[in-house]
């Protein structure tokens, strides 16, 4: 006698099978994030008992798992920490996988000046080799300019808690809440990996605060005007122009800080972009810490040091093809030595009160801009080497320096009305 054909639910055992092989995979990785995941929180921990903390952050932190780019943001920005404090940090917590590389976006905060993305990520995988190429982020349809700062903690191979950094020289038009972020990875073994997290926010975007100051400063015969003072949640930007008929170059302003009249102190922006401009062009924009969620009467705006030159004595002229300094301000006597696609200056240490002269800025002789790709800075028992590399180019070229030490006005304070 035959047997009886058996149906053998094919469909059903090779679904078993997947759902048996996602379990042992999901307890791996679970085992696998313990330590990592462990040792954040105790860096994390560690970090809020260095720093008030309100009810409502520490509410975040003990909800949140991958808190540590969210507390860090908070130490060394205290807008940040005033946006958690006021509930305008937004949870999105939306997990896509791909790959074996499994990336949260755990929250952002968004409004006319900027847009900060924190993510979290971990892998099936060691993640030493893995890299963050890029970051789109699309409002609808409409892709959003590049970030301006995107980091990926490279020393910690199996978890990753970091954050994304848009920043908008013009207010940005929110036309809509629906938003998707893309992350471009790549992993030497593994290739390109794309992960795409859509999310809408739920939050209304806070409104733009508009002081308009016209406030001219005349330090030594040279003037600068403030022209605005602009509060937004992430920053405070201060609007200056630069008046043409100066006899010097002003290059700098440091250590600008805004102080309000209850006498809390907010400094330059730390993590992300401190200034947006030209000031050759005659206006530049300096961000600081916001204080938008505090009322005052007046703001104290603090500048430590405005650094200036005689115009037509900042930059340095080269010639590529010969290897060679064509000219150089009297001033300027550092040693430098020109390679076919390079400038290198040795400064005295201590000369330039240890700042870069940040030589990017470069023309060749037809006025064209001589693109610029990278910067280096080595030591010695003596110097400070700064190396500044660009395309390739056989001609002559200006190159502009961006800081040189010459004070010419310190410690200068401003009361500016906000009524």
């Known amino acids: 006698m035959s047997k009886l054909p058996i149906d053998v639910p094919k469909e059903k055992l090779q679904q078993i099978r997947m759902n048996t092989f996602r379990k042992v995979q999901r307890e791996k990785r679970i085992k696998k994030r313990i330590v990592p995941v462990a040792i954040v929180a105790m860096f994390c921990i560690s970090i ?12 975040y932190v ?27 940090f937004e949870e999105i917590n939306v997990t896509e996988s791909k790959n074996g590389l499994s990336l949260t976006l755990q929250g952002v905060i968004a409004d006319h000046s900027g847009f900060v993305l924190f993510y979290d990520a971990d892998a099936l995988f060691d993640m030493a080799k893995l890299e963050l190429n890029d970051v789109q982020l699309f409002q609808g ?4 300019p590049g970030p301006s700062s995107f980091t990926m903690n490279a020393d910690n191979q ?66 600068f005007t403030i022209t605005q003072i602009r509060r937004s949640p992430l920053k405070m930007a201060i609007d200056i122009e630069i008046e043409e008929a100066n006899t010097m170059q002003i290059l700098a302003f440091d250590d600008i800080a805004v102080m309000t009249d209850s006498g809390e102190r907010r400094y330059s922006i730390m993590n992300g972009s401190a200034q947006h401009g030209d000031i050759r062009d005659g206006k530049i924009t300096l961000y600081v810490q916001s204080n938008y969620f505090h009322e005052a009467d007046s703001l104290m705006i603090n500048i430590g040091g405005v650094q200036a030159v005689p115009k037509g004595e900042d930059f340095i002229e080269v010639d590529f093809g010969a290897k060679e300094v064509l000219t150089k301000p009297e001033f300027f006597d550092w040693d430098i030595s020109v390679t076919s696609q390079g400038v290198s200056v040795a400064i005295k240490k201590g000369d330039n009160q ?53 004070p010419i006005g310190k410690d200068i304070e401003l009361s500016i009305p906000l009524q």
Do not use: C, M
């Open 48 to 59: 809020l008992f260095s720093i008030r903390v309100s009810p409502t952050f520490a509410g």
């Open 62 to 88: 003990a909800k949140i798992p991958g808190f540590y780019a969210l507390v860090s943001a908070v130490r060394l920005d205290a807008g940040i920490k005033d946006i958690v404090d006021n509930q305008y």
């Open 141 to 144: 349809d409409d892709e959003i």
């Open 158 to 223: 199996e978890y990753i808690s970091s954050l994304v950094e848009y920043s908008f020289s013009e207010p940005i038009v929110y036309t809509s809440k629906d938003f998707k972020a893309v992350f471009h990875f790549n992993d030497i073994d593994k290739g390109n990996i794309e992960i795409t997290i859509p999310f809408t926010l739920q939050n209304e975007i806070a409104q733009e605060k508009v002081i308009d100051t016209n406030r001219t400063v005349d330090v030594d015969g040279q003037k």
């Open 354 to 406: 240890g700042r870069d002269l940040r030589l990017w800025n470069a023309v060749k002789e037809d006025g064209t801009p001589l693109e610029f790709t990278r910067s280096t800075f080595s030591r010695d028992g003596q110097y400070e080497i700064e190396t500044t590399q660009f395309q390739d180019y056989d001609g002559k070229a200006k190159i502009y320096f961006s800081y040189y030490f010459n």
